[in-house]
Every structure is written in structure tokens, then in C-alpha cells.
């Protein structure tokens, strides 16, 4: 029997600044209008596009964006290759432009760097939404890795210039940078990684500690996400991912257990609080 099961929620997980921008910006055109396309899933979290569906966003991908004309297109927080905005000229759509700031800067970096023709090596997700913006910059010529086993050190450019999707680990950027210049390559390296994204792996490591158990609220598809609930696992062994409340297994908990809910940048609140309310029922109901 789950007696006297205590459950709190991690102030501080939830929605990043940027994907809580792109969707106020959503709502607010969808309470105008019937329905908004967008260029890709608005956040990688299945539960909130589905209820942004239920207010009328209609999810798109590049080749459909080719066929539609006179339309408007949110651009979500990822950010878009330059290639999105020559189709949306072509085909007079009016482009709703909710790219992450510091997504947006980091595109300009790189074309600068692009430019210059220096030798741009990206550590990020390859296929990821920010990755193809980023690449996007460089006409497709800047080398993506997702890990140093991908690169051939023998081959690569004594001088380099090294730069990260925000969203990646700066622990891991850091590693990166270390184990390349002892490889005796010269690395001009951009510490481009949101702090608020960051700042995330000490506040979570942090909190889980706190715990007898931990769960992680995001979806399958966030890679930040993946991150930030190994982050909980290192130091909590009793960490479970779950994308909805219907994958909550009660055999996790023991009577008296301090559970605490945390969540991915792209997990909204909403999300993490039916997490609570449906453990907080299921004591009602013994």
C-alpha cells in the first residue's frame, strides 16, 4: 500500500524561454485563426503537440512546406536552414519566425565562420531540427559528430574551428576540445550551449539527490531529454522515464517514499502535474 507518498514537482524543469515563446506565439494566432501550420513537431514532446493539434496546428514537414502557397508557417524555436526561407518567397507564405535567439546567433556565427572558410566541425545530434539550420549556413560543408569515434584524427585539419548545438552537454564540449588538442590539432572552439539548457544538469543532479525516487517526464523524441534523465540516473539509481501517466508503474514506489518530478526542457508543466495528480489519486483510492 503506497502510504504516505509525498511527491513534488522540480520548480525548475519545464519549458525552456524559446519553446515557450514559439508557443504563446501559436496560441495566440491559433485564438484568430482556425489553424496554424508549423515546419516540423513545435517541441519534441508528443503530449503537447497533440494538444496544440486539438487547437488547430497542423504539423507540416520540407516537402509538404513546397506545396503550400499564401499560407502562414511558424518557424519553431529550432531555427531553419536558409534554403526554408528561399521556398517561402517562391510560394508568398508569410513566415512566423519563432527561432530561439541564441539558436539564431549561433547560425550567424557559423555562416561568419563559413565565410571566412574555416575548417567548422559541429558536436551535435546528426538529423537533429538545429543541426540541418546550422549545416544549412555552410551549404551542407561543415562536418557534424556526435561523438570523437566519428572523427579520423589522423585526417582531420590541423586547425579547426568547433562549435555545439546549445543543447548538447558542456561537460562533454569540454572533453571534446581537451581531447583534440592533445591530438596536437589546433581548435578555435565556441562555447555556444544555452546556459539555461546547461544550467539544468547541476540544478537536476541536485534535486534527485533529494529523493528516494526520481520521475523524468519527456518525450521520446528530445534529446535533451535523454541527456537530462542519465543526468538524474548518474546520481539516482531509482530514476524512471516515463513520456505520459500512462506509463507509471506502482510496483516503482514503496510505502513512504519521497518521489520527486522532474522534466525535460521541452516538457511542459501541465505534463509533470498530471504526473503528481495521478500518484496523489492513486493514495486517495487505497
Given amino acids: 500500500m503506497l502510504k504516505d507518498l509525498q511527491v513534488t514537482i522540480d520548480a525548475h524543469s519545464g519549458f525552456c524561454f524559446g519553446v515557450v515563446y514559439a508557443i504563446e506565439i501559436a496560441e495566440d494566432i491559433l485564438e484568430e485563426q482556425e489553424y496554424l501550420y508549423c515546419l516540423g513537431d513545435i517541441v519534441h514532446n508528443d503530449e503537447e503537440v497533440k494538444r496544440l493539434e486539438k487547437k488547430g496546428l497542423k504539423i507540416i514537414n520540407h516537402q509538404d512546406l513546397a506545396l503550400i502557397k499564401d499560407e502562414k508557417v511558424l518557424i519553431r524555436a529550432h531555427g531553419e536552414p536558409p534554403s526554408t526561407y528561399q521556398i517561402a518567397l517562391k510560394n508568398n507564405l508569410e513566415l512566423i519566425d519563432a527561432s530561439c535567439p541564441v539558436v539564431l546567433k549561433l547560425q550567424n556565427r557559423i555562416k561568419n565562420s563559413y565565410d571566412k572558410k574555416e575548417n567548422i566541425y559541429i558536436y551535435g545530434k546528426h538529423g537533429h531540427a538545429e543541426i540541418v539550420g546550422l549545416l544549412g549556413q555552410t551549404n551542407n560543408n561543415a562536418v557534424v559528430f556526435q561523438d570523437l569515434e566519428e572523427l579520423d584524427f589522423e585526417r582531420l585539419p590541423k586547425n579547426i574551428t568547433?562549435?555545439?548545438?546549445?543543447?548538447?552537454?558542456?561537460?562533454?564540449?569540454?572533453?571534446?576540445?581537451?581531447?583534440?588538442?592533445?591530438?596536437?590539432?589546433?581548435?578555435?572552439?565556441?562555447?555556444?550551449?544555452?546556459?539555461?539548457?546547461?544550467?539544468?544538469?547541476?540544478?537536476?543532479?541536485?534535486?534527485?539527490?533529494?529523493?528516494?525516487?526520481?520521475?523524468?517526464?519527456?518525450g521520446t523524441k528530445s534529446s535533451n531529454g535523454k541527456v537530462l534523465y542519465n543526468v538524474c540516473k548518474?546520481?539516482?539509481?531509482?530514476?524512471f522515464f516515463i513520456s505520459n501517466v500512462t506509463e507509471i508503474k506502482f510496483e516503482w514506489f514503496e510505502e513512504g517514499d519521497n518521489v520527486g518530478i522532474c522534466g525535460a526542457t521541452s516538457t511542459p508543466m501541465w505534463l509533470m502535474e498530471e504526473v503528481r495528480d495521478t500518484l496523489l489519486n492513486l493514495l486517495k483510492s487505497i
Avoid at 187 to 215: G, H, M, P, W, Y
Fill in 162 to 218: 568547433l562549435y555545439s548545438q546549445t543543447t548538447k552537454s558542456t561537460d562533454s564540449f569540454y572533453k571534446i576540445k581537451d581531447n583534440l588538442i592533445k591530438a596536437g590539432i589546433n581548435v578555435n572552439a565556441n562555447d555556444t550551449i544555452c546556459r539555461q539548457v546547461s544550467n539544468r544538469d547541476q540544478e537536476l543532479r541536485t534535486f534527485a539527490k533529494k529523493f528516494d525516487k526520481i520521475i523524468f517526464v519527456a
Fill in 234 to 239: 548518474d546520481v539516482n539509481e531509482h530514476t
